[in-house]
């Protein structure tokens, strides 16, 4: 017989578990028909120190046998060998297998980092402030931004401000328009300005005289995105200059970002020098709280022997060694109720680390932490993302070292991923991207946030036990096939709609090429129109769309890692001007799942029934088991 497939907890060769008790199962596959197990033994070790040895048992059972030895220690790697016995006496050996274990439930003796403010979801906000001093005779302050073709534009002129409701309109028949929300008129010409929105009623001021008092804003509609929340912010100054000298965006007293255009995220709005920002024939949004950026530098001086990170997050996160992703999951720390415990991933950067100069960085995206939930809406759990993580590095000579997350990391907001929302979507500006070993100007310390420590149920009780980081249970999510898509038309005039073939849940891979600053939307769609135009007012409220903002490379490639979409269809498009076709190169479907083993088959004389047991799904392949009652 010949022993395969073995396994500690259901993974093969895991790292970083948490179980006291780990659970064996391995498989047989013998050339002589009807040779089956009539016994087993397993034995763990530790280097060569065996730390449970089972025996032989009387047992055709080779499924979640649980470990009964020594006591495991924490991040120790063990192995383990299976024999088994057929009915005929003779005996087979496996190969060695390993598991290692986690942080085995004590703690990460790790501080929380994330934003040095307070930090909320602007998706969420709809009590704001917006003050600045500027200089220009058509000042156009944009708020509540979706993207450059959803916003509303404050047109501040010598003698009037004309309040606009801008909608591309998808949601409504692909019609665009451009909605006069009122004209107010100004006494003297103003070079300050305070914006105050709340539910119900608008405030400017210019120059501390109030303009406007009224309630103009457009309202949530049930089939169109959201637009009673801040979002993004930027200035529209295409065929216009403004220059701007002081910029502060608040809610409740928070400020959100304040900035007198040093190198903070707001001096992305334009060019800045001496204090000034100068916004000249062009059109820049911002969410003025994107994703947070975080790193530590640090030096290597000994040869190493293994290397584990041990990472979590308060939302999603990526972990990267000196640039480079340590895996291909998507949306770790994956999915719990993040109100009684987190899951912690482990993951092997042995070979990722390099003698003298190295950095450990993440980025943070909302996820289901913070951003929107379901029909939940946003901040269910927690108002702002914070990572926690340890890199334990042995080194050959016996020593070690720990590098945690301390307030000795640093921060920055000022990085590509400028917005994301697991449903809405992603913004990803090329031009922000940064090698996250260099000196940059960028970065600032970072905050202690704080210990989550007493969960709270859905009860709204105070629990008894304490809040828990647990190890990974089970796969992580990971891309499990790609499917390239085809080219269908253009309708409406420059959207190009693709068809990846497959209604699948995941992500895309975009490749283009294309000048500097040039933006693209990109929209999914599970159905299209007669006519081959994408079909999303099924998404309601959801915008389920990317953004891409290009640096001007010659080739450029584009995969949103912290969004997740539902999709057949892809259109693609310009944000807030048009494209043309020759600028996009390739458009991917990337299905993403944390299972990637077919157990089962399917099939049926109805090829519409066997279409459908091909699908792939969010998280899982349905193809284990399909119940038919004709």
């Known amino acids: 017989m010949i022993i395969y497939d073995m396994k500690t907890e259901d993974l093969i060769n895991p790292i970083g578990i948490d179980e006291k008790k780990p659970r064996f199962s391995w498989k047989l596959q013998s050339k002589i028909s009807g040779t089956v197990q009539t016994a087993y033994r397993i034995i763990v070790l530790s280097d060569k120190d065996t730390v449970w040895d089972s025996g032989k048992v009387t047992s055709d059972r080779s499924i979640c046998i649980e470990y009964d030895g020594r006591s495991l220690s924490a991040m120790t790697k063990y192995s383990w060998q299976v024999s088994v016995w057929d009915e005929q006496g003779n005996e087979y050996t496996s190969d060695t297998a390993d598991f290692e274990t986690g942080l085995m439930n004590n703690e990460f003796n790790a501080d929380w980092i994330g934003s040095p403010q307070e930090t909320v979801n602007t998706y969420a906000v709809d009590n704001y402030k917006i003050s600045c001093t500027f200089k220009s005779d058509n000042l156009s302050l944009v708020a509540n931004a979706r993207n450059k073709d959803n916003y509303v534009l404050f047109n501040i002129c010598k003698d009037s401000v004309s309040v606009y409701e801008i909608s591309d309109n998808a949601w409504n028949d692909n019609v665009p328009y451009k909605k006069l929300l009122g004209t107010f008129h100004v006494t003297e010409h103003a070079d300050s300005l305070e914006l105050s929105v709340n539910k119900t009623n608008v405030l400017l001021y210019l120059n501390g005289q109030k303009v406007i008092d009224e309630d103009i804003l457009p309202k949530n509609i049930i089939n169109q995105p959201r637009k009673a929340f801040l979002m993004s912010v930027g200035f529209n100054q295409l065929n216009s200059v403004a220059e701007i000298s002081h910029l502060k965006i608040e809610t409740n007293n928070l400020v959100l970002q304040e900035d007198n255009f040093e190198n903070g995220l707001l001096s992305a709005l334009g060019t800045y020098e001496n204090g000034k920002l100068t916004i000249n024939n062009a059109f820049e949004i911002i969410n003025p709280i994107p ?17 584990r990170l041990y990472a979590s997050a308060q939302g999603f996160y990526n972990a990267c060694i000196n640039g480079e992703k340590v895996s291909n999951d998507f949306y770790n720390p994956g999915f719990t109720d993040y109100r009684l415990r987190i899951q912690y991933q482990t993951f092997d950067v042995t070979d990722m680390l390099a003698d003298g100069k190295n950095v450990i960085s993440a980025v943070l995206g909302r996820g289901h932490y913070s951003g929107f939930c379901g029909y939940s809406g946003a901040m269910i759990y927690g108002k702002e993302s914070s990572f926690i993580a340890m890199l334990n590095i042995v080194y050959t000579d016996g020593t070690s070292e720990v590098i945690k997350t301390d307030s000795s990391w640093e921060f920055t907001d000022k990085a590509p991923i400028s917005d994301c929302d697991y449903f809405d979507g992603e913004s990803y500006d090329a031009r922000l991207e940064y090698n996250p070993l260099a000196d940059d100007k960028r970065w600032v310390k970072c905050g202690i946030k704080q210990q989550p420590k007493k969960p709270v149920p859905t009860n709204g009780t105070l ?36 068809d990846v073939g497959q209604n699948m849940v995941g992500a895309i891979k975009l490749k283009v090429k294309g000048k500097c600053g040039q933006s693209i939307k990109i929209r999914y769609g599970e159905m299209t129109y007669k006519d081959g135009s994408i079909y999303i007012k099924n998404l309601r409220s959801a915008a389920n769309t990317d953004i891409y903002t290009l640096c001007g490379r010659d080739t450029e490639e584009f995969i949103p890692t912290f969004a997740s979409h539902g999709f057949r269809y892809v259109e693609i498009s310009g944000n807030g001007c048009d ?15 944390n299972i990637d083993i077919v157990t089962g088959e399917f099939e049926c004389s109805n090829p519409l029934i066997n279409r459908l047991v091909e699908l792939e799904t969010d998280f899982q392949k349905v193809r284990n088991l399909i119940i038919i009652t004709c």
């Open 291 to 307: 994703s947070v950026n975080l790193r530590k530098r640090f030096n290597i001086e000994k040869a190493i022997k293994s290397a």
């Open 463 to 498: 629990s008894d036990t304490d809040f828990k980081l647990t190890a990974q249970k089970g796969n992580t999510a990971k891309i499990i096939k790609n499917f390239v898509g085809k080219f269908v038309c253009e309708n409406p005039k420059n959207h190009f709609v693709y």
């Open 579 to 593: 494209i043309s076709k020759d600028m996009i190169i390739s458009v991917d479907g990337l299905a993403i799942s």
